[in-house]
Nanobody, 123 residues
Framework: QVQLVESGGGLVQAGGSLRLSCAAS????????MGWYRQAPGKQRELVAE?????????NYASSVKGRFTITRDNANNTVHLQMNSLNPEDTAVYYC???????????????WGQGTQVTVSS
């Protein structure tokens, strides 16, 4: 089994900062992409930021968070972090960690999701 466990959500005032973390564990051979999605009430889940295992390009950010959020990754520990600055009420959502993982050298890649962590930004 593979698990993605998120931490770091909470309530913050507009203009504040939060840092989300996600750790992947279980039977893992390799992790390709790690990232964060979010889903606000009544809206579709959307990509926030994603990052590859390294060397193949810059992180990818949603235009709404570019310049405010920073995604980083620790390949040795299978973790990904999202530093969120200058938060505004429109950032309020459940944030989900996401990873594309190969569990064995001969297996296929599959997408895995965390359970989600609530981020609430008050005005």
């Amino acid at each position: 089994q593979v698990q993605l466990v998120e931490s770091g959500g909470g309530l913050v005032q507009a203009g504040g900062s939060l840092r989300l973390s996600c750790a992947a564990s279980g039977r893992i051979f390799s992790i390709n992409v790690m990232g964060w999605y979010r889903q606000a009430p009544g809206k579709q889940r959307e990509l926030v930021a994603e990052i590859t295992s390294g060397g193949s390009g810059s992180p990818n950010y949603a235009s709404s968070v570019k310049g405010r959020f920073t995604i980083t990754r620790d390949n040795a520990n299978n973790t990904v972090h999202l530093q969120m600055n200058s938060l505004n009420p429109e950032d309020t959502a459940v944030y989900y960690c996401n990873a594309i993982i190969r569990r064995t050298w001969y297996g296929n890649e599959n997408r895995y999701w965390g359970q989600g962590t609530q981020v609430t930004v008050s005005s």
